[in-house]
């Protein structure tokens, strides 16, 4: 299985997870990054996750759960995740921040 499988299954396999898991919270789930883009060189393998809670969840619990989630399921995989978290009213607020702007643009969307 190439890299790129790896990071794609891995990905697929988070927001599966995630959604089936915490759907109701998650307004946003982006997998973006050099991974997603084919650019990590061989160097390592990671993937990035932006997830953009509705305002209403227990932002921190519920962070450390897909963060937990997302480590497990890079375990499974080879793969580093970096889950970025954000409530809805911060994201939405800030839809032209250079960071939101790059994911949303390269990224692939689960949600």
């Known amino acids: ?3 790129d499988a790896s990071q794609g ?6 927001a599966d997870r995630a959604r089936a898991e915490h759907g109701e919270s998650i307004r946003r789930l982006v997998v973006f990054g ?4 084919g650019d990590d060189r061989g160097v390592h393998t990671s993937v990035e996750v932006l997830l953009v809670l509705e305002d ?8 450390r759960r897909l963060e937990a989630l997302a480590e497990t399921v890079g375990i499974e995989h080879g ?5 970025h978290v954000l409530p809805a009213e911060r994201f939405d607020a800030r839809t032209e921040h250079p ?4 994911a949303l643009e390269e990224g692939r ?3």
């Open 9 to 14: 299954d891995a990905a697929d396999a988070f």
């Open 109 to 111: 969307s689960y949600v």
């Open 99 to 102: 960071f939101v702007r790059t």
């Open 56 to 63: 209403e969840a227990d932002d921190r619990e519920l962070e």
């Open 1 to 3: 299985m190439s890299d």
């Open 34 to 37: 050099d991974a997603v883009r």
């Open 79 to 83: 793969v580093v995740f970096t889950v």
